[in-house]
């Protein structure tokens, strides 16, 4: 038996009057792909009248929006399953149903398989069929154990619910837009084109429409997602196939848009137009996350990355041209399967010669079904431990090195949420650092002019520059 909470409200699709409202509490886990899922999947539902809950003893649908990019994020979702189903039990003795759901790139890469594993889910599914979750689940009302992982031949975005008003308010004045997913590079370690499938770019009119609608709400700064983000594609007002570039120019001509990004790029479709972009947008922040996994040549041909280290650094070199005041970003897998001593210092340099604002490491992890994983030489996990601490060291004292030379910089900062004091706010530097200053509330979504004064671990401090006042009429 369904407990019906005790609120009640209209249905917005259905118009029935005093139709229950249920809660759902959606947890994401890994990329920001997938936060903009979620977010998206939470709109879908609140058609049917479900409202979003952070309580997760609330809820009526308890939903988990997977990453399977590692074997220790997809884990993590089986021992959370584990967690969800004693609830369950527990709200079915209080007569309580809560339902548990299953997406993202665990839904689809083990569809069937987490029935299996894990009884306790009512609902798997795939990041290609999300516009169906809304039927998905009042099916796994009904009883019904679903999976919907078949990539579906209508386009999502065509059905799914872009954000309202209201709600793209309250998740702040930063937002981020879905422009391109899937993968077509089939790197050898990597689960993405299995998961999501082929590169597919959303068309040019879809994107701006939701860019309007975002600025509309209030958001200031757009993050433009795919998993190959660079690789968008699409034509444009003029008839002509546009590239990112040119996305980009369009979309900095919208009124009220002060802050553009993009994110992740693969190398090899970095073009000029691209590079162009970063030289003459202001609107276009100067940070690039540009991930190179390796330094060794041998290693980038075994992951199947199409381009050379020496190709790498030409590369960030012309970027940085273009853009010299570029803080660059960078992914780094060690101890792929071959991957020797000096392999790994080959890396190091690497790392040496562009020296990185930001990066994320991690230990390869063997993924079924990726070419990598049928390798001989797997490297020894305490090796991989080992090599992991020593690029950590490294690209921390580069990540310092570069918050410490921000400081007594005049910067912009896009103040953006309450800090952990009062009279506090948290922004953003245009090379996406958190920016403690001391602002009013009301200045949240201002862009404002500040000095650095100190660089801590994780984010830097700064003081608001006054603004010169206006000369007086009468003076
Ligand atoms: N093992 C370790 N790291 C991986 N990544 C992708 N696949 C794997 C894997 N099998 C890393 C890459 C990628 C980032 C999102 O995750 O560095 O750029
Ligand atoms: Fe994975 Fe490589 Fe595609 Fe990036 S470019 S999503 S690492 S296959």
């Not at 609830?87 to 569809?111: D, F, N, P, T, W």
């Not at 063997?366 to 490294?394: I, S, W, Y």
């Amino acid at each position: 038996m369904t407990q019906e909470t005790a609120l009640l409200s209209t249905s917005p699709v259905t118009g029935e009057m005093n139709a229950p409202v249920r809660k759902v509490f959606v947890k994401t886990y890994g990329c920001q792909m997938n936060v903009y899922d979620s977010d998206r999947m939470s709109d879908a539902l609140s058609r049917d009248g479900y409202v979003a809950t952070d309580v997760l003893e609330e809820a009526d649908f308890v939903l988990l929006n997977t990453c399977h990019i590692r074997e220790k994020a997809a884990e993590k979702v089986y021992s959370e399953l584990g967690r969800l189903r004693e609830l369950k039990k527990e709200k079915a003795r209080e007569g309580r149903e809560m339902l548990i759901g299953v997406a993202g790139c665990v839904a689809q890469a083990e569809g069937n398989e987490i029935l299996r594993r894990a009884p306790a889910v009512d609902l798997v599914i795939g990041p290609q069929t999300y516009h169906r979750l809304p039927e998905a689940l009042k099916r796994a009302r009904t009883g019904e154990r679903v999976v919907e992982t078949e990539y579906a031949i209508e386009d999502k975005f065509d059905y799914l619910p872009a954000p309202d008003k209201a709600k793209t308010r309250s998740r702040g004045v930063t937002a981020f837009l879905t422009v391109q997913e899937g993968c077509d590079k089939f790197c050898t370690f990597c689960v993405v084109p299995y998961t999501r499938g082929a590169e597919v770019s959303r068309p040019v009119a879809q994107i701006i429409a939701e860019a309007e609608k975002l600025v509309e709400a209030g958001v200031r700064e757009i993050t433009l997602l795919g998993q190959n983000v660079n690789a968008w594609h699409g034509v444009g007002a003029d008839e002509r196939e546009w590239g990112l570039g040119d996305l980009l120019r369009r979309l900095g001509e919208v009124e009220g848009l002060a802050r553009l990004r993009y994110t992740t790029s693969h190398p090899r479709d970095m073009d000029d137009s691209l590079i162009e972009a970063h030289r003459s947008m202001a609107k276009l922040m100067p940070y690039l996350h540009l991930p190179v996994q390796s330094g060794s040549d041998r290693i980038l041909k075994a992951m199947n990355r199409r381009h050379t280290a020496a190709e790498y650094l030409a590369l960030v070199e012309r970027i940085r041209t273009a853009q010299p005041d570029l803080a660059l970003s960078g992914d780094f897998i060690v101890g792929f399967p071959g991957e020797t001593e000096a392999d790994f210092e080959d890396t190091l340099r690497l790392v040496e010669a562009v020296n990185y604002a930001q990066a994320f490491s991690f230990k390869y992890s063997t993924r079924p079904g990726t070419p990598g994983a049928e390798l001989k030489d797997q490297v020894p996990e305490d090796v991989k431990a080992k090599r992991l601490e020593r690029l950590q060291a490294l690209l921390t004292k580069q990540q310092r090195g570069f918050a410490e030379a921000c400081v007594g910089r005049e910067i912009d900062v896009l103040l953006e949420k309450p800090g952990r004091l009062p009279g506090q706010l948290v922004g953003r530097s245009p090379w996406l650092q958190p920016v403690n200053v001391d602002a009013k509330a009301s200045q949240i979504g201002d862009i404002i002019k500040v000095r650095i004064t100190k660089a801590g671990p994780n984010s830097l401090f700064a003081e608001m520059i006054e603004e010169p006042r206006a000369r007086s009429l009468t003076a």
